[in-house]
């Protein structure tokens, strides 16, 4: 299996990294290797179409968008896009 790449689209703000720590926290219980990066850049958060920040995206796909999701909703974003791989 390929590494996953994870990214927290996010301005940086407490909630972007909020996110950020609950997705290391999944990788990590999950055991999986993957690659979790908060992005800033206007530009490319726009590139995803992406209106709602923080966003959660996983393997280029957009899965979460606009909250701060719990540990459960983070977790079947990530297995959902693992079943694709």
């Known amino acids: 299996m390929s590494k996953i790449q994870i990214e ?8 972007c990294h909020k996110l ?3 997705a290391q926290q999944v990788v990590r219980e999950l055991q999986i290797d993957a690659d979790v990066q908060l992005v800033n850049d206007v530009r490319r958060i726009v590139g995803y ?3 709602q920040t923080p966003a959660l995206v996983v393997n280029g796909s957009v899965k979460l968008s606009g909250v701060v999701s719990d540990k459960a909703a983070v977790t079947r974003a990530i297995m ?4 694709k791989v």
Do not use: F
């Not at 689209?9 to 909630?15: P, Y």
């Not at 959902?80 to 079943?83: G, I, N, Q, T, V």
């Open 20 to 22: 950020e720590e609950v």
């Open 8 to 15: 927290v689209l996010g301005s940086g703000c407490a909630r």
């Open 49 to 51: 179409g992406v209106m």
């Open 80 to 83: 959902d896009e693992l079943a």
